[in-house]
T-cell receptor
Framework: DQQVKQNSPSLSVQEGRISILNCDYT??????FLWYKKYPAEGPTFLIS?????DKNEDGRFTVFLNKSAKHLSLHIVPSQPGDSAVYFC???????????FGKGTRLSVIA | KAGVTQTPRYLIKTRGQQVTLSCSPI?????VSWYQQTPGQGLQFLFE???????NKGNFPGRFSGRQFSNSRSEMNVSTLELGDSALYLC?????????????FGSGTRLTVV
């Protein structure tokens, strides 16, 4: 049973436009959520996180939104740049000290 | 400061063999976690070690095992390899138990079982 789901395997966006990556979760005990970015032949790198006490967190071009009632979070990238092309993983944890549970990833392609 | 180092980067093994992968965490980090990445399943948690003790274990068969040494370096071993074990194995280190201290991933070991 997949507790963290990224239902879109891939997404293509034009440079300068907004990229929206979505993630759903089923475990109501999850209270900390993270996004990682992964380039080929490299390990995932941390991008942004949000705890369940907030519904929005921003870091430069990246914003994560959390809708606890819908068990849904999204990552917005504005404006999208070609260097953002990568696989994005959503991850979740209970109380910040259990192993991260990852989604299967969404491959973002930003077209110049 | 040096990142997480995983060796080897690539490995080809025959079905039925065993393999040992190594992970050297960031200096000062005491927690090491292992994940398996496959195209169909994404990243799946294998196990976590903190101060030489296994603190968490994922849902993998007993053929997958690991250990951590006193210098925090970790190894994972897979015995009786199966074709389905072909994957990218990722190691992540953090300064404390759990990711709240910040997970840093290595570049992974790409294992191919033929």
């Amino acid at each position: 049973d997949q507790q963290v789901k990224q239902n879109s395997p891939s997404l293509s966006v034009q440079e300068g436009r907004i990229s929206i990556l979505n993630c759903d979760y089923t475990n109501s005990m999850f209270d900390y959520f993270l996004w990682y970015k992964k380039y080929p032949a490299e390990g995932p790198t941390f991008l942004i996180s949000i705890s369940s006490i907030k519904d929005k967190n921003e870091d430069g071009r990246f914003t994560v939104f959390l809708n606890k009632s819908a068990k849904h979070l999204s990552l917005h990238i504005v404006p999208s740049q070609p260097g953002d092309s990568a696989v994005y993983f959503c991850a979740a944890s209970e109380q910040g000290n259990t192993p991260l549970v990852f989604g299967k990833g969404t491959r973002l392609s930003v077209i110049a | 400061k040096a990142g997480v180092t995983q060796t080897p980067r690539y490995l080809i093994k025959t079905r039925g063999q065993q393999v040992t992968l190594s992970c050297s965490p960031i200096s000062g980090h005491r927690s090491v976690s292992w994940y398996q990445q496959t195209p169909g399943q994404g990243l799946q948690f294998l196990f976590e070690y903190f101060s030489e003790t296994q603190r968490n274990k994922g849902n993998f068969p007993g053929r997958f095992s690991g250990r951590q040494f006193s210098n925090s370096r970790s190894e994972m071993n897979v015995s009786t390899l199966e074709l389905g074990d072909s994957a990218l194995y990722l190691c992540a280190s953090s300064s404390g138990q759990g990711f709240n201290y910040g997970y840093t991933f290595g570049s992974g070991t790409r294992l191919t079982v033929v």
